[in-house]
């Protein structure tokens, strides 16, 4: 049995979740999908093609760890089933935000050559759980664009499963997906991500 008010709860996370990243600029038009989970087998996630910084309560939807509706006949996020295997790979994950910055998306562009992000020499760095210096390495790998959810679903599970200590992944030209105990430790990952990203930016200039 569900717990409604769990759901109701969850679901005002995401709506003020969603107010933020559009306030932002990095869930810009009808880009980027929110999640935040009710309990071991459903997540409250956001249906596909609202607004997401003028979200209401109808606009979130239970699925199950499957992608399935629960209790609604609406068509949640296309994106779902990114969400669901990350809330299958660990239990301990509460909040799942997808973004579309302008930052992730011309960053992963320029780096059209490589697979992963190294982030390295960034006291912010340790915005991310286990991250206690600078001087480690925070590599977030880039996942290659495609219309098949279900093919990048299995990619980025197998690579977490090998890499487990991933705070976040790159889709190219696309956005950035994060996670995290709480809807409030995501948030934090993602704005460590902009920050972060904004950097490399800005090196990649000079560097030029
Ligand atoms: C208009 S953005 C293209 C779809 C997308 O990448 C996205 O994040 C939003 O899709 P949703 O189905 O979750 O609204
Ligand atoms: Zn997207």
């Not at 320029?110 to 600078?134: C, M, R």
């Not at 925070?138 to 487990?164: C, H, K, M, W």
């Amino acid at each position: 049995m569900i717990n409604l008010a769990t759901y109701a709860a969850q679901a005002q996370h995401v709506i003020a979740a969603g107010q933020f990243l559009y306030g932002e600029g990095w869930s810009p038009a009808t880009s980027s999908n929110y999640s935040a989970r009710i309990d071991e087998q459903h997540l409250a996630i956001t249906v596909s093609g609202k607004h997401k910084g003028q979200l209401k309560a109808e606009d979130i939807m239970i699925v199950d760890l499957a992608g399935q509706p629960v209790l609604s006949q609406q068509k949640s996020s296309a994106e779902t089933l990114l969400h669901c295997v990350l809330y299958e790979w660990q239990a301990e994950i509460g909040a799942v935000l997808h973004t579309h910055s302008k930052a992730a998306t011309v960053l992963t562009r320029l780096l059209a050559d490589q697979d992963q992000l190294v982030l390295e020499g960034y006291e912010l760095q340790k915005a991310f759980p286990g991250v206690t210096s600078h001087e480690g390495q925070v590599v977030i790998p880039i996942f290659e664009n495609t219309q098949d959810i279900r093919t990048l679903a299995g990619q980025s599970l197998s690579y977490l499963e090998q890499y487990p200590d991933t705070p976040a992944y790159l889709i190219r030209g696309h956005g950035l997906y994060t996670w995290g105990k709480t809807m409030a430790d995501t948030l934090r990952h993602i704005e460590a991500m902009e920050f972060l990203m904004a950097c490399e930016l800005e090196l990649l200039k000079v560097a030029r």
